[in-house]
């Protein structure tokens, strides 16, 4: 039995908190950030070569790959971002905005002026937070490249130059599934990514539920469990063609 060792983060994470320097919405729940930060530490181990280009076809608000971003500019090469909803990748387009060092630096000068016309000092504690992000990101490599666009994953034709998917899917009264979506949407995410992404890419899919099942035949690299969420991590070639 193979035994994986993974970085265990005892950083403070309040800067990336949904709405305090990334952008929030009703309607586009965020997603744990030490959660999101190991599960791309686990596809890591699986994936061919150090670095890798980065998607999440149902972005919403583009919270967790922006996240993945900032925390791991040194791993990552590019960020795609697609949803279904025009609104939902509109928030996602100024999210990944903050992925570069003037885009977090504007993010700075706006809280502050809200700080000021408001009188707020949780605004200057954001805008100092966002100033920080940006020395960070600096740091690790500078302005991450990206693209948002809306697009249907369930009828993706063309391929998608991506190394890495993590995904958070649709649950409960939060957000729910628009789109082609087939009978079963989480087969059918996998069928369409597999039919889309290059053979030797990591999927990582995640949902609140106590396991996200795959197709019958289709062999899980690894599966994660924290509290109320469960993630599972599957080579594309795997789900080509279900």
Not at 100 to 118: C, K, N, Q, Y
Request: overall charge neutral.
């Amino acid at each position: 039995m193979v035994t994986y060792r993974y970085a265990i983060e005892r950083a403070d994470h309040s800067a990336l908190a949904s709405g305090h320097v990334l952008r929030s919405a009703p309607g586009f729940p965020g997603f744990p950030v030490r959660l999101a930060s190991e599960l791309l530490q686990r596809a890591r181990v699986h994936l061919e070569g150090d670095r890798a280009r980065l998607w999440d076809p149902c972005c919403g608000s583009g919270y967790l790959v922006s996240v993945l971003g900032l925390l791991h500019r040194d791993l990552i090469t590019h960020v795609r971002a697609t949803d279904v909803d025009a609104d939902a990748v509109g928030i996602a387009a100024r999210n990944l905005e903050l992925l570069t060092v003037e885009g977090l630096t504007e993010r700075e000068r706006e809280l502050r002026r809200s700080a000021r016309d408001f009188g707020r000092i949780a605004f200057v504690e954001r805008a100092e937070a966002a100033r920080d992000l940006a020395a960070g990101l600096t740091v690790m490599g500078g302005d991450l490249p990206h693209a948002s666009a809306v697009a249907d994953v369930f009828t993706l034709t063309e391929p998608v130059d991506a190394d890495l998917v993590v995904t958070d899917v649709p649950y409960g009264e939060l957000t729910h599934w628009e789109g082609d979506a087939p009978q079963d949407p989480v087969h059918g995410l996998l069928a369409a990514m597999g039919r889309v992404l290059p053979s030797r890419a990591v999927v990582v899919v995640t949902a609140r539920t106590r396991r996200v099942r795959l197709p019958e035949g289709v062999r899980a690299l690894e599966r994660v469990k924290v509290g109320n969420r469960a993630a599972v991590l599957v080579r594309a070639r795997d789900i080509a063609g279900i």
